[in-house]
Structures are given as structure tokens and as C-alpha cells.
């Protein structure tokens, strides 16, 4: 199957593009900022596969509604009439409590707008596991400050109860959104959980001698329901060994970057390896997709 995949640089594109490609679907990835370039060019040149995963968010306040709302729109316009539109939003989005929800809301109003195509809306809860160093998860940076051994300090809104989910379970519901019933779904494992104890379990497993506890607010954000899961869908991975994984990566990351040769003697950017995962336009290759010139600084990905 030929997917355009957006948000490929992203904390879910960055496991979801490999797993794709690894399951034998012909993956056309593409950042944050070039995806409507992509996603018209898809509509181009692929006369019978139609399929789009789209993943591209803004989670800061500048540039919010352009990318959630409006680049959403450029993405579903893309997709002809029977294709498959499959969409990462917020378990939050229906209560819309701040500005990314609400624009998660609305890029799900124009989505279910187009009745003559397959849409998958998957409703992601709080998602944590092993990504991108710049990933900006909570859960996640609690577990690199862990790591780091470097103070950990809860505030305000870390009083609050969340549905904590690993990134591989995720992932899974992902896969099997390609071929689900259309429809909105909610990817998480249904358990509360607060910061504060998920923070304990953290330094518990780390050695860390624990965070310093300011005053605290308390909120539910909304848990996922066993009876909205996709079908045939469960989560594997809980929380306690969830955050093992994601420790054992980050340390493991950590001894990596520590053996890494001087900056002299690193491979330039490119694409290394057989797997089928390519980047969207490249101004410096003057193309869309295939392979670039060794070196190019348009390059994203890379297939080890």
C-alpha cells in the first residue's frame, strides 16, 4: 500500500514511518513544513493507492491553527473520493479545554465533513516512550531528567489525573487503522494515573532521589474507553513497564551519543539501507521523493 505519511520528524511519525515501511506499505513521509506541497503532489502521481496518515501538529500557540486546522484541510482535500484519511487527534479534543484541542475538534469537523471518504480519527491519550530528543512529552521529560539526574521539580497542573500511554501501542493502533472500520476511536489504556505517582515510579526505577512538590492543581483529563478501541485493538504495555523501556532506551541513547566519532568522521545526511521510507519535496535535489544527493541538508530521514 502507497501511504503519505505526515509529521514523519515528529515523537509519533518518527515510529509510525519505520513501522509502516516494515510492515511492506510504500511510505512517502514528509515534515511539518512541507506537507501540503507533499500531499499535492500525491494526488498527482498516485492514481490508485489512497491513503493518508496525518500526523503534523503544532503543539505551540504560534502557528497552532495554520497547522492543525488549515494544513488538515490541504491534507483531506488531497485524498479523491474512497480514500483513506487516518488522523491522530486528542483524547482531550471533545472537552476542548485549550487552543490545540479546539483545533484538534475543528480538523476532526473537516475531516467527518467528507462523507465520500474513509476517515479514521484515533484519539490519542498521553503518549510516552523512546523518540526524538526534542519530543515534548511530560512523562517523557521527567524520565530524561531521571536519567540526567538533574532536579525534578512538580507544579500547578502535575496534580492532575491522566491516561498514560506507550508509544508502541500507539503505533499498533496505527497499523491496524489502515484496514478498521471508519470511525473515531480512543487510544489509550483506560487507567488513571497521576503525574506525581507516575514521577515516583520514574525515580523508583531510575535511582533518583525524588521530585520537589510545589503547589499542585488538580484535574481529570478525560481516559480512554474500552468500548471506543479499535477493533481487535488492546494495549500490551503498561505504565510501570512502559517507563522501563523508555529508561533502557534513553540510556542506551545516552551511550551512544557518548561513542559517537568526531563530527569530522560522521556519515553526511542521506539515505542509507533498503527501507522504503522517502521525504517529500527537496529543493536542493529539485524532486519530490527518491533518492537524494548524499549530503542534502533537505533530508530528514534516514534509513539505517
Same mark, same amino acid.
Given at each position: 500500500?502507497?501511504?503519505?505519511?505526515?509529521?514523519?520528524?515528529?515523537?509519533?511519525?518518527?515510529?509510525?514511518?519505520? /513501522? &509502516?515501511?516494515?510492515?511492506?506499505? @510504500?511510505?512517502?513521509?514528509? @515534515?511539518?513544513?512541507?506537507?501540503?506541497?507533499?500531499?499535492?503532489?500525491?494526488?498527482?502521481?498516485?492514481?490508485?493507492?489512497?491513503?493518508?496518515?496525518?500526523?503534523?501538529?503544532?503543539?505551540? @500557540?504560534?502557528?497552532?491553527?495554520?497547522?492543525?486546522?488549515?494544513?488538515?484541510?490541504?491534507?483531506?482535500?488531497?485524498?479523491?473520493?474512497?480514500?483513506?484519511?487516518?488522523?491522530?487527534?486528542?483524547?482531550?479534543?471533545?472537552?476542548?479545554?485549550?487552543?490545540?484541542?479546539?483545533?484538534?475538534?475543528?480538523?476532526?469537523?473537516?475531516?467527518?465533513?467528507?462523507?465520500?471518504?474513509?476517515?479514521?480519527?484515533?484519539?490519542?491519550?498521553?503518549?510516552?516512550?523512546?523518540?526524538?530528543?526534542?519530543?515534548?512529552?511530560?512523562?517523557?521529560?521527567?524520565?530524561?531528567?531521571?536519567?540526567?539526574?538533574?532536579?525534578?521539580?512538580?507544579?500547578?497542573?502535575?496534580?492532575?489525573?491522566?491516561?498514560?500511554?506507550?508509544?508502541?501501542?500507539?503505533?499498533?493502533?496505527?497499523?491496524?487503522?489502515?484496514?478498521?472500520?471508519?470511525?473515531?476511536?480512543?487510544?489509550?489504556?483506560?487507567? /488513571?494515573?497521576?503525574?506525581?505517582?507516575?514521577?515516583?515510579?520514574?525515580?523508583?526505577?531510575?535511582?533518583?532521589?525524588?521530585?520537589?512538590?510545589?503547589?499542585?492543581?488538580?484535574?481529570?483529563?478525560?481516559?480512554?474507553?474500552?468500548?471506543?478501541?479499535?477493533?481487535?485493538?488492546?494495549?500490551?504495555?503498561?505504565?510501570?513497564?512502559?517507563?522501563?523501556?523508555?529508561?533502557?532506551? &534513553?540510556?542506551?541513547?545516552?551511550?551512544?551519543?557518548?561513542?559517537?566519532?568526531?563530527?569530522?568522521?560522521?556519515?553526511?545526511?542521506?539515505?542509507?539501507?533498503?527501507?522504503?521510507?522517502?521525504?517529500?519535496?527537496?529543493?536542493?535535489? @529539485?524532486?519530490?521523493?527518491?533518492?537524494?544527493?548524499?549530503?542534502?541538508?533537505?533530508?530528514?530521514?534516514?534509513?539505517?
Amino acid at each position: 500500500m502507497r501511504i503519505l505519511l505526515s509529521g514523519i520528524s515528529g515523537f509519533l511519525g518518527s515510529a509510525i514511518g519505520p /513501522a &509502516l515501511s516494515a510492515a511492506g506499505h @510504500d511510505v512517502w513521509a514528509d @515534515d511539518l513544513r512541507l506537507s501540503w506541497q507533499a500531499a499535492a503532489d500525491y494526488k498527482a502521481r498516485s492514481p490508485r493507492e489512497r491513503v493518508i496518515v496525518h500526523l503534523a501538529a503544532n503543539t505551540r @500557540d504560534e502557528g497552532d491553527w495554520y497547522v492543525n486546522v488549515w494544513g488538515t484541510a490541504q491534507m483531506v482535500a488531497a485524498l479523491p473520493p474512497g480514500g483513506r484519511f487516518v488522523f491522530a487527534s486528542s483524547i482531550a479534543a471533545p472537552a476542548a479545554r485549550d487552543g490545540y484541542e479546539q483545533n484538534k475538534l475543528l480538523a476532526e469537523g473537516i475531516i467527518q465533513a467528507r462523507p465520500d471518504i474513509e476517515a479514521v480519527i484515533l484519539r490519542c491519550a498521553n503518549v510516552f516512550g523512546p523518540g526524538p530528543r526534542n519530543q515534548r512529552t511530560v512523562l517523557n521529560q521527567i524520565i530524561r531528567q531521571a536519567v540526567a539526574g538533574e532536579p525534578i521539580r512538580l507544579y500547578l497542573a502535575a496534580g492532575g489525573i491522566r491516561d498514560y500511554v506507550f508509544l508502541d501501542n500507539v503505533v499498533s493502533a496505527f497499523l491496524l487503522a489502515l484496514d478498521a472500520p471508519p470511525g473515531t476511536y480512543d487510544v489509550g489504556t483506560g487507567t /488513571a494515573h497521576s503525574l506525581v505517582n507516575a514521577t515516583w515510579e520514574v525515580c523508583r526505577q531510575t535511582g533518583h532521589p525524588g521530585p520537589t512538590i510545589g503547589e499542585l492543581t488538580y484535574s481529570h483529563a478525560p481516559l480512554a474507553l474500552e468500548s471506543r478501541w479499535l477493533p481487535g485493538w488492546k494495549p500490551t504495555v503498561t505504565l510501570e513497564p512502559g517507563i522501563a523501556r523508555t529508561v533502557a532506551a &534513553l540510556r542506551a541513547q545516552e551511550s551512544r551519543t557518548q561513542e559517537q566519532p568526531p563530527e569530522a568522521e560522521r556519515k553526511p545526511p542521506g539515505r542509507y539501507g533498503t527501507g522504503r521510507i522517502w521525504t517529500g519535496f527537496c529543493p536542493e535535489c @529539485d524532486q519530490y521523493g527518491g533518492r537524494h544527493t548524499i549530503g542534502c541538508p533537505s533530508v530528514t530521514v534516514i534509513v539505517r
